[in-house]
Each structure stands twice: as structure tokens, then as C-alpha cells.
């Protein structure tokens, strides 16, 4: 039987969706317009009223927002309400510049809970489920956004946190977790340890699930898991500027389900601006249809994604994003060839050999771009003779050249060489000096 | 036949400056002593080959410190340590058909030679070597080597 938290709403005819985001995009214009001068000057330099947004179709005659945005108003320049209304905030360590601040009223922490509430349930976690939170808690919203969802669907939460690898097993045994929420990369690291502890996943826990995000990750490497693990592994979704971890699949795993009654989701052409049709693929822009602090318009979030729209095999009928390869910051640029770590990820996973963890790692040699993939070589596939070697080399070289159109340079290293995070894995490695 | 295979010990790693300081480091720590040993190298890797004396403590000491060693039957076979020792034993190999994977030798401090070698058929291999009288070094004996 299919569990639903919000049944009326999840399986709203498409149609009553679609005039509810219209009324609520309507009055959104309305009120960013009065409450933030950020907003009001940029419509107004875009000679946009908000009276010009009479449909939903009208959405693409808004300007976009985007992180610099933010990053220029730090640090609470786009708010649309006065400090004393904010119950929150949370930050962005700032690594790839200025720090961004997002802060949200009572009712975004309603809205984003209930968010999570939703897709918690749609992948049977609730009351009775025992869920590990190792994502980092504090200033990233990873933690705490979580940890709300699970304690709204009366599930018990482990506010576990990210690192310590062995009191996550610890607990996650003594506790008799049921799921684990935390980046991909770092469950697996926590599968290695278990397998150098001797004891199993599958065998020495009561895990059922995973919630997995944070981090682009493929659907060869969620079938990995799935296989070493005996878990189901489930793709969730979301970034701080939007509130955070927000959107999950549902038990059918056939894309993340986006609860239109509080987004409005497009796909644009990266380049043009154009708003994309449903199935074609490009970068995904949000608006936030509820939110009361920080509320967004058309923001350019950068992941490269596919709209699906039409009901799910759950029942529910809001919109589907296809699985998220890559935001477009995280694309390098090799040789003029434009790489996802995800694609490479993809490719690799799909050769048996190759372990889980990998690297990229971009130089530059007399002004000519290399690209090495570093790959770790297990006890598994090690024969003793070199040629056996090379000839795995050779595969994972011809495949991505197949697959991927580029010339990478695969290096075999010994396992555990390649860094292990707690948190969001760092997958590339630029050393160009542009 | 078991008794004339040997167990080498093999180890992948990367080419770059203190790995064989870490895995020598490892075997002293546990007492095992190397009775034969080889790099073979292939650009950004190598493999470490190596006869010990204890080979399946050797095994383990180097998997639990996170290295990637596989175990794989080789021969060991007395030469005469004098010139034409390796073509006597070449001959008999290479008139049989068999091929040679690797290989590796040294001195002995008795007038002989050990030749180390991996092949796809051990078991033929064995059984050609025999039949020309050529003596086959067990694990035991190179224990006392």
C-alpha cells in the first residue's frame, strides 16, 4: 500500500496544481516587490510590474536571481522580512567566495519540513524508523533540515552528524537504525569500514534505506550500493538558497518528486535564457512559491536536469526532475570538451572492476589540458600479472573516450589513496593555474 | 605435486618514492623474512613479487595494513650456478612449449642458482621439469634457504 502524508495535495489533479502556483506566483510578485528593494529595483530596471504576471506563462518575463546575487547582498540584502520575523539562519562556508546567508520565518520551517515529510513517506520511512542524520549539522542545512522532516513523521532521529565513522556504526547498531542519511561517497566509506570491521551492512544492521544527496552520484553507482549493501538508496535533493535538502524520489526511484504547490520549477537553456519543454534537458531554475524570508525568483540553481511532468507510478502528480548529473559550477572544461564528474562517474561505474572511489584530476602541460582519472585498484581484481593491468587500464581509457568523447590519462592506485570525505566528496582536482 | 608449488606473495603498488619502505617495514615488524624479490614496474604502478618464509602471515600483516597483495603459486627450480645453469632449464621449457610469465633468480651459497618462475599450466610445467630430472625447490626448503 502507498503511504502519502499529504494525500489530497500529492495527488492533485495536474490541473488544480497549476491554479494554485498560478495564484500563489501572482501574489509572490506582489510581495517581493513591496517588501525587498532588491527586488523592486529589479523588476523595475527589467520595466516589469507585477501586475504583468497574470499567468503562469508570464513567469518567463521575470528576471532571474542567481548565487552572485546573493553573494552581493550579504548578508541578508534580498530578505523580504525584518530580523526580528527570522526564526533561523543558516550559511554557506563561503569556500568559492563570499558567504551566502539564508533565513527563514516560522512558516518556511513549516513549509520545508512538511517538504521532507512528504518525501519521507513516499519512501516508507516514518513512525517506528530509526534514522541516522550524518549530515553535517550547524551552519549547512543539511543536518537540521533533515532531522526536522524525521521527527515530523514521528520516525526517531539520530542527529548523528557527519564524521567518526565508528561511533556512526556503533550507533547505527546499538540503536538499530533503519536508514542513514548522509552524502553517497561517505556511505560508502562507512560500507568499508563495516567490511574491515568484518561485520556487513546487509548482515549486522537493521538499515533498510538510504537517503543519499549533497553530491551529484549516478544510477550505476546506486545500483553499487544497492548491490554491496542490500539497501534501498534513494536520491534526495535541494540546495540552502532554496532552504535545503527538500525534494526526495519516491519508493518507484523514477526521478524527484518537486511539490508544486510550494516551487515552480523550469528548465532553461543555459546559454539563451529560453525556457526548455518538459523532457528536454537543461539547467534547472526555481521559484519559490511560499517562502517568506528569502523568497527566490527564477533562481539559477545550475544543476543540469530533465522536467518530467505527468503522474508518477506512486499517484502523485506533481512534477519529476530527472537525476542530476552535475551542476553546471562543477563542470570542467577539458580541452574544450565539456565533462561532468557525474558522466565520468557513470562510465566508470558501469565497468565491474572499478572500485567506488575516484578522481579527477585537470592540470596542464605546455598549455595543453591533461585529464587523469584516477581509479583504485581492489584485492578484488589484482592478478598478480601486470597484463591483467593494463588491459583494465586500457578498458576504462576506451570507454571514456567512447562514451565521453575525451582522452583521459587512467591511473591505477592503491586503495585508500584516494581521500575518503565525511561529507561532500571532492571528486576534481583542478591544479590549472587560469 | 601441491608440495613443489610455491606461494609468492604480490603486491600492487604505486610508483612513487617510500612504498617499499612501508611494506618492508611491515614484514620486519612481523619477523618474516624475504627469500627472493622482484619489482616489476609498468609506468605509473609496479608490482612487488616476493618469496617468504611465512607467506600466508605475510598475506594478512600486508592486507591489514591496507595494501593489495594477491597469493600466486609459482616454481622454484635448482639450477647448476655455473654458465649454461638457465639454458639447461630454458631448453627444457622452451622445447615442452611452455611459456614463461616472468621470472626472476638468484645465487645460493651452495654452487646453485634459484629460478622463480610463473607459468599458465604449473601443473605441465611440473611434470616437464620432472621428467628431466630437474629438482623443484618445495616451500619447505625455502624456508632453509
Known sequence: MIEYWEPLIERMPVDELKAIQEEKLKSLVHYVYNHSPFYRKRFDEAGISPNDIQSLDDVRKLPFTTKQDLRDTYPTGMFCVPQEQVVRYHASSGTTGKPIVVGYTDNDIKEWTTSLARGLT??????????????????????????????????????????????????????????????????????????????????????????????????????????????????????????????????????????????????????????????????LVVTTLVKEALPLIRYRIGDLTVIRSGPCKCGRTHPRIMRILGRTDDMIIVRGINVFPGQVEAVLMDIPEVAEHYQLVVDREKELDTLRVQVEVTEDVFSDKISDLMVLEKKVTKALQTVLNISARVELVEPGTIPRSMGKAQRVIDKRKI | MENKLIKQISIFAE???????????????????????????????????????????????????????????????????????????????????????????????????????????????????????????????????
Open chain 1, 122 to 283: 513516499s519512501i516508507g520511512v516514518g513512525r517506528g524508523d530509526v534514522v541516522q542524520v550524518g549530515y553535517g549539522y550547524g551552519l549547512f542545512t543539511g543536518g537540521l533540515g533533515l532531522h526536522y522532516g524525521v521527527e515530523m513523521v514521528g520516525a526517531s532521529a539520530i542527529p548523528s552528524s557527519s564524521g567518526n565513522t565508528e561511533r556512526q556504526i556503533e550507533l547505527m547498531q546499538d540503536l538499530g537504525s533503519t536508514a542513514m542519511a548522509c552524502t553517497p561517497s561517505y556511505f560508502l566509506y562507512v560500507n568499508e569500514v563495516f567490511k574491515k570491521m568484518g561485520i556487513s551492512i546487509a548482515d549486522d544492521t537493521k538499515l533498510k534505506c538510504g537517503i543519499f544527496g549533497a553530491e551529484p552520484w549516478s544510477e550505476e553507482m546506486r545500483r553499487r550500493i544497492e548491490e554491496q549493501t542490500g539497501i534501498k538508496a534513494y536520491d534526495i535533493f535541494g540546495t540552502s538558497e532554496i532552504s535545503g535538502p527538500l525534494f526526495t524520489e519516491c519508493a518507484y526511484q523514477d526521478g524527484i518528486h518537486i511539490w508544486a504547490d510550494q516551487f515552480l520549477i523550469e528548465v532553461i537553456d543555459p546559454e539563451t535564457g529560453e525556457q526548455l519543454a518538459d523532457g528536454e534537458r537543461g539547467e
Open chain 2, 15 to 145: 610508483n612513487k618514492a617510500g612504498r617499499l619502505e612501508k611494506i618492508t617495514e611491515k614484514l620486519k615488524s612481523a619477523n618474516i623474512n624475504i627469500r627472493a624479490f622482484t619489482i616489476a614496474e609498468a609506468g605509473d604502478f609496479g608490482v612487488m613479487r616476493m618469496v617468504v618464509d611465512k607467506p600466508e602471515q605475510a598475506h594478512n600483516v600486508l592486507h591489514d595494513a591496507g595494501f593489495t597483495v594477491s597469493e600466486t603459486d609459482v616454481l622454484g627450480i635448482e639450477m647448476s650456478d655455473s654458465p649454461g645453469g638457465l639454458h639447461e632449464i630454458s631448453t627444457v621449457l622452451g622445447s615442452n612449449d611452455i611459456n614463461v610469465d616472468y621470472a626472476y633468480a638468484f645465487a645460493m651459497a651452495t654452487q646453485k642458482a634459484l629460478l622463480i618462475i610463473r607459468v599458465d599450466n604449473i601443473n605441465n610445467a611440473i611434470e616437464v621439469l620432472e621428467n628431466s630430472d630437474i629438482r623443484l625447490i618445495s616451500m619447505e626448503e625455502v624456508k632453509q634457504i
